[in-house]
Nanobody
C-alpha cells in the first residue's frame, strides 16, 4: 500500500500562485496513476488534474486548464500541483490520490488511496 501526505496549502490573494506537493511512502508511485481533487465548503469533491506515471500524460478539469500544472518527481516519489492565476473559486481542500493502473483518470471511485488534504484559500 501507499501512504500520501500533502503539503503546500495556504492563503493567497487572487492572481497569486501556490505549489502543492504530495509525498508518498510505502511503495513507489510508478505503480500508480495519480490525481488531485478538491472539495469546497458545501460542495462535492471534484476532479482537478491527473498524471500517468508511465508516460507523463496529463489530464485537467476545464476549470483549471491553462492555470494548473501537475507533475511527477521520480527521485522524490512525489507529485506536485503548480497553481497559477488563482481565483477565489479555487478555494477548497485539495487532496492527492493514487489508483491502481498507470493511465490518467478523473473518476474518483477508481482511486483507492487518499491523502488527508491541504487547505487552499484564495482571497479576493
Amino acid at each position: 500500500q501507499v501512504q500520501l501526505v500533502e503539503s503546500g496549502g495556504g492563503l493567497v490573494q487572487a492572481g497569486g500562485s501556490l505549489r502543492l506537493s504530495c509525498a508518498a511512502s510505502g511503495r513507489s508511485l510508478r505503480f500508480y496513476g495519480m490525481g488531485w481533487f478538491r472539495q469546497a465548503p458545501g460542495k462535492e469533491r471534484e476532479f482537478v488534474a491527473a498524471i500517468s506515471w508511465s508516460d507523463g500524460k496529463t489530464y485537467y478539469a476545464d476549470s483549471v486548464k491553462g492555470r494548473f500544472t501537475i507533475s511527477s518527481d521520480y527521485a522524490k516519489n512525489s507529485v506536485s500541483l503548480q497553481m497559477n492565476s488563482l481565483k477565489p473559486e479555487d478555494t477548497a481542500v485539495y487532496s492527492c490520490a493514487a489508483r491502481d493502473g498507470m493511465d490518467v483518470s478523473a473518476a474518483q471511485p477508481e482511486y483507492g488511496y487518499w491523502g488527508q488534504g491541504t487547505q487552499v484559500t484564495v482571497s479576493s
